[in-house]
Structures are given as C-alpha cells and as structure tokens.
C-alpha cells in the first residue's frame, strides 16, 4: 500500500522558517513535489524535484525562499521554507509520480499520489 505522509507543519511568526518531511512508502517515486491550498483558494505548485535531485522548480511566489530536496535512501522529499510570509499560510500537500517529471511539473493532475497535507500558518 503505498503512503506519503508530511510532518513539520506548524505555526512561525514572518520572517521565520519551517522544514516540512514527506516519506513515502510502498513504492519509490521518480518524481516528488510541493503543492499547498489556501482556505478558498485552488490547489497550487510550488516545488518538484526529479529522482536524482539535480532538477529542481519552484513557484516564482517561493523562489529563493524555499528549497526542495530529497534523500532517496530514506525515500524523503524535503521542503525547507525560510522568509516566511502571511501569504505562505496554506495546507501543504506532498504529492509523488512514477514517471519521471514532464513540462507540466506544476499541474497537479499529473502527480498518482498524495500525502493527507500538513498545515502551515505564518503570523505577521
């Protein structure tokens, strides 16, 4: 049966930062990403990164605040969020593909699996 499950959602003051986990289990995952939704607002991207990690993209909203990365070992995908602001606030969902990622990496209807999400709240 295959699973993702997220940790280290939380609550952080702007400006702050938080690391959020999502370990799969059950089968591996070429491709990995980071999708969040605000309340009233549609699911959106904001990082995927490819198997071997040497292929990463973000939402232009997190560029240079967020990173994603991976340990393919422990079958982990990381997102670390620093500069957090108030617009950060969301449920942030894992989500994983079997196939490797294509140009559409942003779409959420191309990603098989996804985590139960984690919430993220920024104070200002």
């Known amino acids: 049966q295959v699973q993702l499950v997220e940790s280290g959602g939380g609550l952080v003051q702007a400006g702050g930062s938080l690391r959020l986990s999502c370990t799969a289990s059950?089968?591996?995952?070429?491709?990995m990403g980071w999708f969040r939704q605000a309340p009233g607002k549609e699911r959106e991207f904001a990082a995927a990164?490819?198997?071997?990690?040497?292929?990463?993209y973000y939402a232009d909203s997190v560029k240079g605040r967020f990173t994603i990365s991976r340990d393919n070992a422990k079958n982990t995908v990381f997102l670390q969020m620093n500069s957090l602001i108030p617009e950060d606030t969301a449920v942030y969902y894992c989500a994983a593909r079997p196939l490797t990622l294509t140009s559409t990496y942003y779409s959420p209807a191309r990603y098989d699996y996804w985590g139960q999400g984690t919430q993220v709240t920024v104070s200002s």
């Open positions: 059950g089968r591996t995952f070429r491709a």
């Open positions: 990164i490819n198997w071997s990690g040497d292929s990463t």
